[in-house]
C-alpha cells in the first residue's frame, strides 16, 4: 500500500521539542518533495517547511525559522521535521505531503501537537 504514516506528536511544553515522523511505505520518498502544513483548531492550513528531492535545501515559513528543522534520512525512507522552542501558538495538526514532478502526491494522515504548560 502506497502511504505516507506521520507519527511523533504529543503534549509538550513551551520551550519543549518534538520531532516528527513523515514514513514513505510502498515507494521511495527520495524521489519526492516533502513539505509539512500544519491546521489549528478554526484557522486555515499553512505551509510550515518544504524540503527539496535531493534533501540540500529546506525553506521555512518565518514563524519556524530557525527553531525547526526538516531533513531526510533515506535509509529509512524518512523525513522528519525537529521542532524546538515551541510555543503554544504552534499547537496544530501537522500534516506532510510527498509529491514528485509530475504532480503526483501522496498526505499522512496527521499528527497533533499541543504546546501547553
Known amino acids: 500500500q502506497l502511504q505516507l504514516v506521520e507519527s511523533g506528536g504529543g503534549l509538550v511544553q513551551p520551550g519543549g521539542s518534538l520531532r516528527l515522523s513523515c514514513a514513505a511505505s510502498g515507494f521511495a520518498l527520495d524521489y519526492y518533495t516533502v513539505l509539512w502544513f500544519r491546521q489549528a483548531s478554526g484557522k486555515e492550513r499553512e505551509g510550515v517547511s518544504c524540503?527539496?528531492?535531493?534533501?540540500?535545501?529546506?525553506n521555512y515559513a518565518d514563524s519556524v525559522k530557525g527553531r525547526f528543522t526538516n531533513f531526510r534520512d533515506s535509509a529509512k525512507n524518512t523525513v522528519y521535521l525537529r521542532m524546538t522552542s515551541l510555543k503554544p501558538e504552534d499547537t496544530a495538526v501537522y500534516y506532510c505531503k510527498g509529491e514528485d514532478w509530475a504532480g503526483k502526491d501522496y498526505w499522512g494522515q496527521g499528527t497533533q501537537v499541543t504546546v501547553s504548560s
Open positions: 524540503i527539496s528531492v535531493t534533501g540540500g535545501s529546506a
